[in-house]
């Protein structure tokens, strides 16, 4: 009998009680433990029993015989897991007697076995019975005849180990108790040296718990920044192994923890491939919305030996994106470069030097590709392939086939801010997260969700999204020429002791979706505590941050609901007084902005302040059809003068010629001339002239 079978009939002879044990010792190991880990599900869920081992001896094979309530739960398998499970080849669960399961793991390698730590080494995975009812039940090891609860070393030895056993409690819950977060299943997963392998983890709450997402047993080379969300959080894997790291295998496990501390893993397997060829291949990661400019779209190189030239032909799709540019990178200094576009859709390189200076060994973009996305372009990937790629891998001119990994360039949906190609209450809770200055937006990013076009991402944006996932039509509105809401800190606020309170009062004289403001205050005097919203945005969604000198908020509703007309307090922003007296000046409504159902932003005006200085704002919307609002600040009162100019330099229309007060102040132009004539489309010109301040800017006219 070969020795590759002798080990588990030993392993198997001695936990099931053959007749081999009676030469078997029975030793107890007073600090281990092996234990069924505590878990819970709802009536036709199916959910993983984590069996717990923590062990100071390396285990060669166990049993185990648990007792279960069979009205409760159906036994599906028992499997071992990485990354110290699955040592041991065989794991298997059989049920007895329709409320036993019996649970064997043995090897048959001589010295293999799982290693010295604490875990869970296997998953016993159940099938909450729907007619099961609530409540809790036991998970109970029991010795019997024929099945113990042991261990066995990992050596031909006769002995058998005892650790010490703790039963497990499994709850079946009725949907009111806390539930454990949800990870979105991965499969195992491949990548090639030198290349980059990225997918997104994502988790979900149940109970609308904040969920944080993080990673162990990251290799290096590899990346995972923890992610937060509220009900649902998404991080990004990235990993590139480099020439070294291949081939192997590695684990990475996913945890996602709620509130209430309960933590869920998931475990994914990852395949590094050996590269043994040189590889040029298309970064896929790039994208942009109908209308982009200057977006590149790069061919990477990796070579692994120098190499002294390549050609290959570049195919993209002429309707979908224009390539206006083709230039080389660092990795191409000392080298001739030329390209040269035969067709639409085909552009051809050629990089070499005629005095023999090589590509040296790395991997990184050795072409970008500029590109401009056409305004008619399809939403979704487009392919973008390599073809007819040589390398020349001496310096004679010996030339060999460059393997290629072909790519695409995603166009952008107008919505779509976490670019999943969905518009979802993913894209909601990412704009939110830029408004309150949780996130930043890349270019990218920010331009896809700058849904409505005017350059900016707020409120409107968001509602925006919500209007869409809802299917609420929008509809183009004209601005009031009146401020329909006017909103004003009330800067004497009330004080008990060091504790400062300011609230916002705000008079909103129309129906209104959702609002965002910013407080800037002085850090130095006011430590901020909380804030505190008022009557009028109750049941509205509330979101805030308050750091650097910055508070920053946002009122809105999943559901499309709608507040106002109403006046009072919006909310109140409460400090500690740091140092000195409280001064009006120590604060700031920097900010307000509030939209109605369809997205439409509302007309407003912050009362009460006074500009530290003069300043005209660029106007909104920007280029615009019936209407603009043209906005400026005045430090003191004076004379003021604001006209509207032609690219002639004509004057058009006088706005303003009058003595204002000091303070923030709004002007709307319907795109009429003095004499009441609608103007044609056009680039226009408006100009503030006040005391010593004189400026102009630009805005365009789109009928």
């Known amino acids: 009998m070969s020795k590759g079978l002798i080990l588990p009939l030993l392993i198997i002879g001695l936990l099931l009680g053959a007749s081999v044990t009676v030469f078997a010792q029975d030793i107890p190991l007073l600090t281990d433990t092996m234990k069924v880990v505590d878990n819970h599900g709802r009536p036709g869920d199916t959910v993983q029993v984590g069996l717990y081992f923590a062990n100071s001896m390396k285990v060669g094979g166990y049993s185990g015989r648990v007792i279960f309530n069979p009205n409760v739960m159906q036994i599906i398998s028992v499997t071992g897991i990485p990354p110290r499970g699955d040592a041991l080849e065989f794991t298997s669960g059989e049920v007895r007697d329709d409320s036993v399961l019996i649970i064997l793991a043995y090897t048959f390698v001589a010295g293999r076995g799982i290693i010295i730590g604490n875990g869970v080494v296997a998953n016993i995975k159940v099938r909450v019975k729907p007619s099961a009812p609530t409540g809790s039940t036991l998970l109970r090891f029991e010795d019997a005849a024929g099945a113990v609860n042991a261990w066995a070393d990992t050596t031909a030895g006769f002995a058998l180990y005892y650790p010490r056993l703790v039963n497990g409690t499994f709850t079946v819950t009725g949907g009111s108790g806390n539930l454990a977060p949800v990870i979105g299943n991965i499969g195992p997963q491949e990548v090639r040296e030198g290349q980059t392998l990225q997918f997104s983890v994502s988790a979900y709450d149940y109970d609308g718990d904040n969920l944080t997402l993080t990673a162990q ?257 929008t509809r183009l509105s004209p601005l009031s020429p009146i401020p329909l809401v006017a909103v004003e800190l009330k800067r004497d606020g009330n004080s008990s002791g060091d504790i400062i309170s300011i609230p916002l009062w705000a008079d909103i004289g129309t129906e209104a979706a959702a609002l965002q403001y910013q407080l800037d205050y002085n850090t130095e005097r006011l430590e901020p505590i909380d804030v505190v919203p008022g009557n009028m945005v109750q049941g509205l969604r509330f979101d805030k941050s308050t750091a650097n000198g910055k508070a920053k908020g946002v009122f809105y509703d999943m559901s499309g609901s709608t507040f106002g007309p109403a006046s009072g307090e919006l909310v109140t922003f409460n400090f500690r007084l740091k140092t000195g007296q409280f001064s009006p000046s120590d604060i700031n409504l920097s900010e307000f902005l509030i939209v109605d159902r369809a997205s439409a932003l509302i007309s407003s005006e912050i009362k009460g302040q006074l500009p530290s200085g003069y300043n005209l704002n660029q106007n909104y919307p920007n280029p615009f059809n019936s209407s603009t609002m043209i906005s400026f600040d005045l430090p003191e009162d004076g004379q003021v003068d604001l006209s509207v100019y032609d690219l002639l330099g004509r004057k058009v229309i006088t706005l303003l010629n009058e003595s204002l007060a000091a303070g923030n102040h709004s002007v709307t132009w319907d795109g009429r001339s003095q004499d009441g004539e609608n103007m044609a489309t056009g680039v226009f010109f408006y100009r503030l002239q006040a005391k010593d301040y004189d400026d102009t800017k630009r805005m365009l006219l789109v009928k």
Not at 286 to 300: C, E, K, S
Not at 318 to 345: A, K, M, S
Not at 432 to 455: C, K, P, Q, T, W
């Open 217 to 473: 047993n990251l290799p290096p080379n590899s990346t995972f920044p923890t992610a937060q969300g509220d009900s649902t959080a998404t991080g990004l894997f990235t990993f590139t192994p480099n020439f070294e790291q291949g081939p192997d295998t590695i684990f990475v496990i996913f945890h996602a923890t709620d509130d209430h501390n309960n933590v869920t893993t998931l475990t994914v397997q990852i395949i590094i491939l050996d590269q043994p060829n040189d590889f040029l291949s298309v970064d896929s990661r790039q994208g942009g919305v109908p209308g982009a400019l200057g977006r590149d779209i790069n061919v990477d190189l990796l070579n692994s030996r120098n190499i002294y030239g390549i050609q290959f032909d570049y195919y993209y799709d002429h309707q979908q994106i224009d390539i206006v540019d083709v230039v080389p990178t660092d990795r191409c200094l000392g080298l001739g470069f030329w390209y040269n576009e035969p067709d639409p859709g085909k552009i051809i390189v050629l990089i070499f030097s005629p005095g023999l200076d090589p590509i040296p060994v790395g991997d990184g973009t050795i072409v970008r590709f500029v590109a401009n996305v056409n305004t008619t372009a399809l939403f979704g990937p487009t392919a973008v392939v390599l073809d007819s790629a040589i390398e020349v891998i001496d310096s004679i001119g010996t030339s060999a086939q460059l393997k290629t990994n072909d790519g695409y360039f995603t166009v952008d949906r107008f919505g779509d801010a976490n670019l999943d190609g969905l518009i979802s209450v993913g894209d909601c809770v990412r704009i939110v997260s830029f408004i309150i200055g949780r996130y930043n937006l890349n270019v990218r990013e920010f331009d896809a969700a700058d849904m409505n076009r005017d350059g900016r991402v707020n409120v409107s944006d968001l509602q925006n999204s919500i209007d869409w996932i809802l299917q609420i039509p």
